[in-house]
């Protein structure tokens, strides 16, 4: 089982090192749940989880960005990662699990302070809205 699990986390390490988005989506399940520190209501389906996960990953994956530690579960990790943006320092927690496939089922994300959910939020909307009028 562990064996499975490190190989979906160097997929997933892989994946935020290439920015890689055929790889992304070949990484999550169908029925993939993603739970966004901004949005109220967890995100179903694979369409919107890719669309917020692509998204995420061009606000926060720049050269700043770092993983900083790995908790391992039987079907899951939480990887804490910091970055910065604007001058806001920002720390969070990717908490993801994977399916009997080696699919991604669940994707949540949580970060700290509230300055940096505020300045999130506030990139994110912008990304968004250009993906879906694009």
Known sequence: MMDQLRQNLRAWYDF???????????MLADDV?????????????KA??????????????HDDF???GEYLTERGAVLEFNTQ???IKIDGI??????EDGKISEFKVMIRPLKAVNKVHEMMKAMLEKAMAG
């Open 16 to 26: 935020v090192e290439s920015e890689d988005e055929k790889a992304l989506s070949n």
């Open 48 to 61: 919107i989880t890719f669309m917020y996960l692509a998204a995420a990953g061009k606000v926060l994956g």
């Open 85 to 87: 943006i604007d001058g």
């Open 94 to 99: 990717d908490m993801i699990t994977w399916n």
């Open 66 to 68: 770092c993983y900083v």
């Open 33 to 45: 749940v993603f739970h966004s520190p901004v949005v109220h209501t967890p995100q179903e389906g």
